[in-house]
């Protein structure tokens, strides 16, 4: 039996098992923590081979990650420029600022669990009926005037091909489904930007077909979850 957060907000816990959420609804496991338990044996054989050829590239990924996921936040929220970024980290920052420069309004939502309104920036979603919760990196225009997006912003050592993007897509679309449940509002498009340390960032956009099919093998990927 889940327990539901007593004060009526998202708190993020961290267990040796993998990520969870105490919602207002009942404690969820994380959208990652799905995926990683019901990816296709051939990813995860393909990520421990990895592993085992970059002993720390899990971790450098992860802190590089963590980094610009911080200071694209700041500069979007606040105007501020990254002081002190270290000479590793810097590349992909500036691999993304050209984008973020000509980037629309981030969206701001109102809900109890946040206490009043927030804006769409490192927004934590649940979704109380199919009972699942994890952190979208943005809600709003991605370039000025235009509909609507859901973003995620991810960081590599190379250039991506859309067809590696299959995780990335599948959180999206998790996301997608919390915050039209929470909020009542359809977020008709998904962008997912790409630093890298070399040249201006990759932008993929996803079209509306692309996304429903994203969001039925997210149902499945969660249908999966539960009979295990």
């Known amino acids: 039996m ?20 105490l919602t207002p609804s009942g404690e969820f496991k994380s959208v990652n923590t799905i995926l990683d338990a019901t990816a296709p044996e051939e990813d995860r054989n393909r990520l421990e081979k990895w592993k085992a050829n970059n002993p720390n590239g899990s971790e450098e990924a992860c802190h590089r990650g963590t980094m610009i996921h911080e200071a694209i936040a700041k500069y979007l929220e606040h105007g501020d ?12 920052w500036n691999s993304i600022y050209p984008w973020l420069k000509l980037t629309g309004e981030t969206a701001t939502v109102e809900h109890p ?8 920036l490192e927004l934590e979603v649940y979704h109380g009926e199919l009972g699942y919760a994890g952190t979208l990196d943005r809600v ?26 299959k995780r990335a897509r599948l959180q999206c679309a998790a996301y997608r489904l919390a915050y039209r449940w929470m909020f009542g509002i359809e977020v008709p498009g998904v962008v997912i930007p790409v630093a890298i340390p070399s040249g201006i960032a990759q932008v993929f956009e996803f079209s509306a077909e692309e996304v429903a099919e994203d969001e039925a093998e997210w149902l499945e990927r969660l249908r999966e979850f539960r009979g295990a």
């Open 2 to 21: 889940t327990t539901a957060n007593p004060i009526g907000s998202i708190t993020r816990i961290d267990r040796p098992e993998g990520r969870t959420y």
């Open 140 to 165: 709003g225009s991605w370039e000025r005037g235009s509909p609507l997006s859901l973003m995620d912003f991810k960081t590599s050592h190379r250039k991506k091909q859309k067809k590696w993007l």
């Open 81 to 92: 420029l990254p002081e002190g970024l270290p000479d590793e980290i810097a590349p992909y």
């Open 113 to 120: 669990v946040y206490g009043g309104h927030r804006l769409g």
